[in-house]
């Protein structure tokens, strides 16, 4: 699969919002793909994982969030689901799932209801291995700071912020990728 030619399709070359989509999921494929590596007791897909992680933000140009130069109407926490849709009419459900269940350490539909979240309500959690280790890796790449990884007790921070249940996940993605 040509991932991308996928991009180009909804992201004009030579931009800056696809100078950040595609340095920000190299980033994440690469850190995706060493886990996996590092890992070959996991039976993790590698071309699979490859094409997710490039794939995985696809939907950020729909929303709203003018420092990473995306002008869409939405708002940023649903650029996950708006990709799935957008992955599923492609033909890609498996990639679809990876949007959906990448933000945080996953959102469940507990969180989209009491927190009232622009989102279906429905678990956005990772399930299988590769979406878990692509959850892992892009926590520690910011689109708007390319040039550098997040530390780890800055990514720990970021998941705090969406309670003890988000850290408890972190951590077991954690254990798994370490």
């Not at 919002?17 to 590596?37: D, F, G, K, N």
């Not at 869409?72 to 990876?98: D, F, K, T």
């Not at 539909?109 to 989102?119: G, S, Y």
């Not at 530390?151 to 970021?158: D, G, H, I, L, S």
């Amino acid at each position: 699969m040509d991932y991308l030619a996928l991009i180009d399709k909804y992201y004009a070359t030579q931009t800056e919002l696809r100078h950040i989509l595609v340095t920000h999921s190299e980033q994440v494929c690469r850190r995706a793909l060493e886990i996996a590596r590092r890992h070959p007791e996991l039976n993790a897909d590698m071309q699979f994982i490859e094409e997710a992680a490039m794939l995985h933000d696809i939907g950020i140009y729909l929303c709203n969030a003018p420092k990473i130069y995306c002008f869409g109407s939405h708002q940023y926490i649903e650029h996950g689901y708006l990709g799935a849709e957008l992955l599923r009419r492609e033909g890609l459900p498996r990639h679809a799932r990876v949007a959906e269940r990448h933000t945080g350490s996953g959102i469940t539909i507990e969180q989209i209801v009491r927190e009232e979240l622009p989102l279906p309500e429905q678990d956005f959690c990772p399930e299988t291995t590769e979406e878990k280790i692509i959850c892992y890796a892009d926590k520690f790449f910011s689109k708007s700071h390319l040039d550098r990884e997040t530390p780890y007790e800055k990514v720990r921070q970021n998941i705090w912020r969406f309670g003890h249940d988000a850290i408890l996940r972190f951590d077991e993605m954690e254990k798994m990728c370490l």
